[in-house]
């Protein structure tokens, strides 16, 4: 009878992995083996940056003998280009809302978040914010997917950044659908030795810094950057972080492994099921001691990756973006111009032969005289070029230019592009919606990332300001201070700023302020264009069109309503004022009137008419 081995318990399962991630010598292999497997990704992503703006010198291609001396090479760089087309859609989404994200709070549904969002979209967006979003944006453009990471960073208004971080600079699990399910997620730095010194400071170990910078130094690199490593892990429901080399002379980890702290922190209780309240400012409280907070376990990466096509490929590194999709075209293209303008100017070029034959032999050959301009010749020469290229090359490359344009969504640009068709409005109008629908299918993708990010980055902030770390969502409260006689707090005539703990403290649901505020305001201004016509003659159309000027002009909409406003005081008073003529005009007074004072009457109606109904008047 087979002896029936006893399972080990949980807690003891994961302690087998304790020596694999915290022990220098076997991490580092299991480290270098992610980091490895990487190396033809990254080179394929130097590839692609090459090929989206072919920096190539001609003259050295001719040198070579890859294109003949009297050849050029017209690149024609369509991967930049549909990059380029795309991107001002992301930026829009980001920018062109008065918000970042919209708060809905879960807990209480109906509570006011305007100051919540402002206060929010204020300490996010600092100097430079976005462009590591764009960066983020482009990269994915072109290698189908790149990653940006939440930092804590005291620096910032709320304590919170944001990194761009590279496609070629993270590595994972090469085989996973999801980030977050990597046994290990490892960023790439390039530093310089200087700012290296500046570890030391930081936690880092000194003695491995000096190794790192002393071997860079002896050999005269210290102007150089060295590579170093974050490496993420996740051990026990948590995540950890440490700092690793794969320099020669290091045998210990730059940094050891420590759990990852972003800010996040619970409050403690003060008793058996007793919490402290923190509704009253820490000055507030007078002698009571103020609310303790404990470091939280982090337990996600702070990672968040964006794909260009979120199609049904499940592994991420097996996602394309326009590097792989537009190459062909750009190589196709690229070789039509050249080609055509290679033969444009071989036709430029002027030959000769002599207009008689000299009698010598039938073949054809090359003579040594060479045609100078302005030169006299003793024999007659006929001249000649070779034919110019046919037109239909360039046609050729406007049908590849409206299928590119086709196939990246740009479709009202294919329409106008065509040469073979009859461009109606109608047809333009369709077409521009069709794009409209396209684009909106890309930023749903990216919206989903974004609230993601956002939701994580609430929870740092939403610590942090319930700590009292950042300034956020404050209002007045008086300043709690011991009565003399009573001992009692009393509120004294003093005021302070202290955070609202008690709407911050609410659970929120959280999502980008583009998918209403960009999206669907673009879809209902488009719905109010078509909608136009029919309410311009109603009632209504005074209310329509400032709901459509609130819509379209967001910075300058109250001034423009004011103007709105004004001018239909200004028919309300043209109106009493014919109304009273009327009134005031009785048939008799009308006789006494001469015929060029009845015509002059009879033109100020018709253009009071026209002032109040311009359908009506036209």
Not at 20 to 25: P, R
Not at 413 to 425: C, E, H, M
Not at 452 to 477: C, D, E, Y
Request: one cysteine or more.
């Amino acid at each position: 009878m087979e002896q029936l081995i006893e399972a080990p318990a949980a807690e003891n399962i994961v302690d087998l992995f304790f020596e694999d991630y915290f022990t220098y010598e076997k991490a580092k292999i299991r480290i270098n083996d992610v980091i490895d497997s990487w190396t033809n990704l990254c080179n394929e992503a130097e590839q692609r940056r090459n090929e989206r703006y072919i920096d190539l010198d001609v003259e050295a291609l001719r040198k070579s003998g890859d294109i003949l001396p009297d050849e050029t090479f017209v690149p024609q760089r369509v991967i930049d280009t549909n990059i380029s087309r795309e991107l001002p859609e992301f930026l829009a989404f980001l920018k062109q809302s008065n918000r970042l994200a919209i708060f809905s709070c879960i807990s209480n549904p109906d509570l006011q978040t305007d100051n919540l969002e402002k206060d929010f979209t204020k300490g996010l967006t600092y100097q430079g914010w976005y462009k590591d979003f764009k960066k983020l944006i482009d990269g994915a453009q072109l290698h189908g997917w790149d990653s940006i990471e939440v930092v804590f960073d005291e620096s910032k208004p709320l304590h919170v950044g944001f990194e761009h971080i590279g496609f070629d600079k993270l590595f994972y699990n090469k085989k996973t659908s999801n980030l977050q399910d990597s046994e290990y997620v490892i960023r790439k730095y390039e530093i310089t030795l200087l700012r290296l010194e500046q570890f030391k400071e930081k936690g880092f170990d000194p003695t491995q810094i000096d190794l790192i910078i002393s071997a860079n130094t002896a050999k005269r690199k210290r102007d150089e950057t060295v590579v170093m490593y974050k490496v993420y892990f996740k051990y026990q429901s948590a995540v950890w972080v440490c700092w690793y080399s794969r320099d020669s002379n290091i045998k210990a980890w730059l940094k050891a492994p420590e759990k990852l702290k972003l800010g996040i922190a619970e409050k403690q209780s003060t008793g058996a099921g007793q919490q402290i309240d923190t509704s009253m400012s820490i000055a507030s409280q007078g002698g009571n001691s103020a609310p303790t907070f404990q470091d939280k376990d982090i337990d996600i990466y702070p990672t968040f990756q964006y794909l260009y096509k979120d199609d049904e490929e499940e592994i991420l590194t097996e996602h394309v973006g326009r590097g792989f999709l537009d190459l062909p075209m750009q190589e196709a293209q690229s070789a039509i111009v050249s080609g055509f303008v290679n033969g444009l100017l071989r036709a430029a070029n002027v030959y000769a032969s002599p207009a008689t034959d000299d009698g010598e032999s039938a073949d054809i050959k090359q003579l040594d005289v060479e045609l100078t301009h302005g030169g006299i010749y003793s024999k007659p020469l006929n001249f000649f070029h070779t034919d110019y290229p046919d037109a239909l090359v360039l046609s050729s490359m406007q049908y590849l230019q409206t299928l590119n344009s086709q196939s990246t969504g740009k479709t009202s640009f294919a329409v106008s592009n065509r040469k073979d068709s009859r461009k109606t409005a109608k047809e333009l109008t369709l077409a521009e919606g069709e794009e409209k629908q396209q684009e909106s299918i890309g930023l749903a993708d990216f919206s989903e990332d974004l609230r993601a990010i956002f939701s994580f980055v609430w929870r740092i902030v939403q610590s942090q300001a319930l700590q009292g770390k950042i300034p956020f969502l404050q209002k007045q409260v008086p300043i709690m201070i011991p009565d003399q006689v009573s001992g009692q707090m009393i509120a004294s005539p003093e005021m302070e700023m202290v955070n609202d703990v008690e709407i911050i403290g609410e659970k929120f649901e959280i999502r980008p302020a583009g998918d209403v505020d960009v999206i669907e305001r673009q879809n209902k201004l488009k719905q109010m264009q078509i909608d136009w016509p029919v309410i311009q003659t109603t009632a209504l159309a005074t209310k329509f069109l400032s709901d459509y000027i609130k819509l379209s002009y967001p910075d300058r909409a109250e001034e423009y309503c004011k103007i709105l406003e004004q001018g239909d005081v200004g028919k309300q008073l043209v109106l009493s004022l014919s109304t009273l003529l009327q009134a005031f005009t009785s048939p008799e007074d009308l006789k006494t009137l001469k015929p060029q004072e009845l015509q002059q009457l009879d033109q100020i109606k018709q253009q009071v008419v026209a002032y109040l109904n311009p359908q009506q008047g036209k």
